[in-house]
């Protein structure tokens, strides 16, 4: 049987903004305590996996040792059909650091650009299917670890549209809707994302 969490405190292992508010948001209702790596002052550790599992251990387990509290790491993606599923789980580094003063984000709308890109080169009929995944994982200090994975399928539309969410949030159009994920109110994407897809395996198996 998995290990569950319980109650108590629990580190989220990410230093993305965006992450960071859902995650907390979908963990608030169980009774977690959210810690961040950010506020912990915990490094920010090399994503050398080759898939989502790998990736979201290596930042679950990384924060778990260095904090020796339990830690939830979620790495996620956006592929696309007709690039192979890329850029997937290399999507944040298509997004280069900004390394001029004041902006310490990444660029995402180059990055977002960049996938348009590749896509216009297959020609304007290429089918623009895509979709987007996450995996959750959670680390204990001990080693014992438990991955959860989520996904939603949908569309890259170009130019970008909406405000809300993050990332590549104003390209991305869920199946059956017609704003971007950017334009819906965050309750909507929370409801249906590939976050809340590896949410609800979580908590069914964490807080059931
Ligand atoms: O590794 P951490 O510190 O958690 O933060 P990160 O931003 O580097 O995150 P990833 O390595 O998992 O890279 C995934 C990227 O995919 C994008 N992405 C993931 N989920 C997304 C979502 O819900 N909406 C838009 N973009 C998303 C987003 O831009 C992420 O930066
Ligand atoms: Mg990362």
Redo the contacts with the bound molecule.
Sequence with gaps: MTRRLGSGSLVI????A??LK?ISALLEPHGMKCLS?GSLGLP?PE?TGTTFVE?ALI?ARASAEASGIVSL??????SVAALDGRPGVY??DW?ERQHFEGAPG?D?YMAMGKVEGMLAEKGPDAPRDAW?S?VLAIAWPDGDSAVYEGRVDGSLTWPPRGTL?????PV?VPAGREQT?AELDPAE?HAM???ADAFAKLVAEQFG
């Design positions: 292992a990410t230093h993305n965006g992450k859902e790596a920010e994503e990736n930042k790491a979620d790495d996620s993606g956006m999507t944040a997004a990444r995402w987007f996450c969410g993050f990332g590549y949030d991305f994920f994407k994302s590939h976050r």
